[in-house]
């Protein structure tokens, strides 16, 4: 069982151009989450899926946008790159949401710098 | 707004005790996890508290006193592992998680 994967690792990306990152997980959660990290700062959500076919903004989503077209799958795309969004992304997966024990499980991360 | 303060960075020696302190501010409250997070690597979840009072699990113990807005993270025996960045988050009332910007936690033999 992998859990969950993010692809790819790394990423180096000239600005104005368009990326997705890859989110897949094989746990059947209901919920999904990108967040952010940057030095100094805690994580900061980007978006979030409660169930498939469902998205909602958080607290930093200008200039991505995510899908969930199925359970397993919510990737995350930045139109238009720009410098000010390289960072390390997290995807994460929760069972449920909604109730006190929605652990969230986090993928590998993928660093992205934006040039 | 929501707040939630940690120290930035804490040191302790091997096979010592050290507790990290977590104090949050708000728009409600519906639990509040610790993670631990090697440099490079994913958070990885260490505790819950929903209930105020002490969690023991293992080395780590959580403590939680929602009338004061604070938590500590109590880790006994100290490993040189356990040299991580632990993280500190709140449940907000839409069930969101808020998340502190983490404790850099340094081991000296």
């Known amino acids: 069982i992998a859990g969950i994967t993010q692809a790819p690792t790394s990423q180096i990306l000239a600005a104005g151009r368009r990326m997705t990152l890859r989110c897949t997980q094989d746990m059947r959660h209901n919920a999904m989450y990108w967040y952010r990290q940057d030095l100094g700062l805690g994580l900061r959500l980007i978006h979030y899926?409660?169930?498939?076919?469902?998205?909602g903004k958080g607290e930093v989503p200008d200039g991505y946008s995510v899908s969930r077209a199925n359970t397993d799958d919510f990737p995350l795309t930045l139109a238009s790159a720009v410098p000010s969004q390289t960072s390390v992304y997290f995807c994460?997966?929760?069972?449920?949401?909604?109730?006190?024990?929605?652990?969230?499980?986090f993928g590998p991360g993928t660093r992205l710098t934006v040039l | 707004g929501q707040n939630i303060d940690q120290p930035t960075e804490m040191t302790a020696t091997e096979g010592a005790i050290v507790q990290i302190n977590c104090t949050y501010q708000?728009?409600?409250?519906?639990?509040l996890f610790w993670y631990q997070q090697h440099a490079g690597e994913a958070p990885t979840f260490l505790s819950y508290n929903v209930l105020d009072g002490l969690e023991e699990k293992g080395r780590f113990s959580s403590f939680l006193s929602r009338s004061k807005g604070y938590s500590y993270l109590l880790l006994k025996e100290l490993q040189m592992k356990d040299s991580a960045s632990y993280l500190c988050a709140v449940q907000d009332s839409n069930y969101q998680l808020i998340w502190g910007a983490g404790t850099k936690l340094i081991i000296k033999p």
């Open positions: 899926s409660n169930t498939a076919g469902t998205t």
């Open positions: 994460a997966s929760s069972d449920s949401v909604g109730h006190s024990t929605d652990t969230q499980y």
């Open positions: 708000t728009s409600g409250f519906n639990g």
